[in-house]
């Protein structure tokens, strides 16, 4: 099983960016992906999970009005919509997926990982 994260990059506050996570795997069949951040010093920070099947979101509070999370079935990929984005959105951003159906905010809940896709945002 690999996950893939891409789309990050650079931007100034206010701008908007996609991520898109990837699945491969001849016999992965998610039930459950997610998303996490990363900041320099701090601990890897859950944004957002989405059940594969039915779409529905399981937000953080905070992200709420400014990120949305998506999955594409036949592509097998899933997507974060970040709109007006921050400087403290700064982060490396991961996608993740648990090996059944459980999850929650923990990291640990977690066995699959994208390498993570830079997002950058400056004042």
């Known amino acids: 099983v690999q996950l893939q994260a891409s789309g990050g990059g650079l931007v100034q506050a206010g701008d908007s960016l996609t991520l898109s996570c990837a699945a491969s795997?001849?016999?992965?069949?998610?039930?459950?992906m997610a998303w996490f951040r990363q900041a320099p010093g701090k601990e890897r920070e859950f944004l957002s999970a989405?059940?594969?099947?039915?779409?529905?979101?399981y937000d953080e509070d905070f992200i709420k009005g400014r990120f949305a999370i998506s999955r594409d079935i036949a592509k097998n990929t899933m997507y974060l919509q970040m709109n007006s984005l921050k400087p403290e959105d700064t982060a490396v951003y991961y996608c993740?997926?648990?090996?059944?159906?459980?999850?929650?905010?923990?990291?640990?809940?977690?066995?699959?990982w994208g390498q993570g896709t830079q997002v950058t945002v400056s004042s």
């Open positions: 989405i059940a594969w099947s039915s779409g529905n979101p």
């Open positions: 993740a997926a648990p090996q059944d159906n459980l999850f929650g905010r923990s990291p640990d809940y977690y066995t699959y």
């Open positions: 795997g001849p016999t992965f069949r998610p039930k459950v």
